[in-house]
């Protein structure tokens, strides 16, 4: 129940009316999927494990007595007391806030991640028990986008976004640009200590693990990640997003992979008053498929005096699937212009920028997509060879990397770096005592795993056919 200064979770209704018909259109567009879970994933700073079963667990209500009138802790900390029945009594963030803004960040915080993890993630993810099948087949289905929930979230929302785009064996990879790689965060900002500290507060970790095996205790930077895939329309979407916490009793059985993801709890705080961007939260949630919104409100004082559950599916926004509709066509359009961009490369590499630049803007506007130009807007495409400093991509059309923004649904710039600014791109977060070598943005030994894996498996299928 929500008063006062609570906005109401059914602000969006997104049903028929009684007697509505549908029209064509609206039957025809592209909708998500049903979301798959592929993998487990931690992220520590800058290293990664997959398959890693060591979570944070919701200690912020039991089962789904959360309410917006009361707060409810487990736990064994001292912060984590038991409030049920006493409405009034306030939980401070303070000196957590405080001992977290005394930490210094790790040295790669607030810069956006490689897809490393995630496409590791895939190759390295667990048969499902039922077939006998990996995971990893996803890899291996027609029209593959890999990605970060961040960047579809934004491209769903028509929010603006400079991304770095590489299209390799037909799989279309997109990782987050990084305006300024040599930044160094001096400490957390007071708006990431409170939110750190809000999650620190109602989750506690575990020496267990859900598969119910001993696990080691997440550190306090740890990120717990699932990777998932949804189709949308003829595309495949890979992706990872962090989740907060999962929302059971240690007596609890954690077997179960589909159930777990029921569980799966979203961590929010806002200050009193504040506006609340439902269609965000939404959309975070919804892609991967976590039901459940918890949300602390707080006071200027660092008091969380008031929490809420939501369901994400009752904050849903009247034009979600149209969002999603013209997120795809901006996927298509790219996904197809970089292919024929690709090829471009191949054929013309030497010829001049006039030529090479009058050519791909004929094959972007081509009546062959397909598709309208909703996502269109007089983009500025380079894919030319720089003939005035001699460099360029590599003789190597997987190793181009594009740099692409978007900006309401619509495609703004396309950009193909010269192989000066695609190798700092390359060495963005790199040790230079342990360089990466790297096709596009993608690791090669990543590359090199996906020919082996996928041709041995070919060629399994067809001595199963003889």
Known sequence: MNSGNYPSTTSFDSSIPAGAVSTSSELDRPTLGECHFVSDLTILEDFYECND?????????TSDSATSDSLTLEGNGASHVNLIGQPNVTVSLTKPVQNILKKRPFRWFNHPKHLDSIISACLSAAPVPASGIGE???????NVVITWR??????????TITMHASLIDGRLYMEEEDPKPNWKAKKYSLSDAVGKA?????????????DGLPRRIPKANTQWCNVVSRTL???NLIFGGEVDAFNCKASEDLHDNHGILDRRVELKTKLLGSKIHYPRWHMQSHLLAVPQIFVGYRNDNLDIVKTQSIHTANIRPRNFEENIAKGYRVLSVLRGHLSRSAELERCTRLQSSTSASSESHTNLDS??????????????????WDTNTGTGASDDASDCIWKVTIRKWTIDSVHLLSMADAQRVKERRENPSKPVERLGIVPKVLIDAMHTKYKLRSANRVLRRR
């Open 136 to 142: 990893s087949e996803y890899l291996a289905k027609e």
């Open 367 to 384: 009546p062959d997509l397909g598709l309208d130009k909703l996502c269109l807007k007089d983009p500025a495409i380079d894919t030319t």
């Open 198 to 210: 809000f999650e620190d507060t109602f989750t506690e970790t575990r020496p267990i693990g859900r």
């Open 150 to 159: 961040g960047i579809l979230t934004k491209i769903f929302l028509g929010d």
């Open 233 to 235: 329309g003829d595309l």
């Open 53 to 61: 079963t060591a979570m944070r667990y919701f200690v912020g209500a």
